[in-house]
Nanobody
Framework: QVQLAESGGGLVQAGGSLRLSCAAS????????MGWFRQAPGKEREYVAT????????YYTESVKGRFTISRDNAKNTVYLQMNSLKPEDTAIYYC?????????????????WGQGTQVTVSS
């Protein structure tokens, strides 16, 4: 079992930056695929970014490519999401998730562990 706790959300103006952190406890995340997802009001939870457990290769949804960067520090048992050039449409609750699967997946329904989420609000 792993517990995930996100932090770093807040209110920022369009064009600004935020860095989200996801601290894990209970077990190491070094053998877990990690992902960030978000859910805006009235919308379904959507995939944002994932990072592979073995080679830390990263993947992003098209709308955040070039603006967001996912990274992991296995020594600190923490995953990060650096968000630059934020837009109002990035406003959502951002969730960190962990997947025990052998293959990297982007469907949130297939992830095993979830944090409680952190609110990101981007004003225009």
């Amino acid at each position: 079992q792993v517990q995930l706790a996100e932090s770093g959300g807040g209110l920022v103006q369009a064009g600004g930056s935020l860095r989200l952190s996801c601290a894990a406890s209970g077990r190491t995340i070094s053998n877990l695929h990690m992902g960030w997802f978000r859910q805006a009001p009235g919308k379904e939870r959507e995939y944002v970014a994932t990072i592979n457990r073995s080679d830390s290769k990263t993947y992003y949804t098209e709308s955040v490519k070039g603006r967001f960067t996912i990274s992991r520090d296995n020594a600190k048992n923490t995953v990060y999401l650096q968000m630059n050039s934020l837009k109002p449409e990035d406003t959502a609750i951002y969730y960190c998730a962990a997947d025990r699967s052998l293959i990297l997946r982007t469907n949130p329904d297939e992830y095993d562990y979830w944090g409680q989420g952190t609110q990101v609000t981007v004003s225009s």
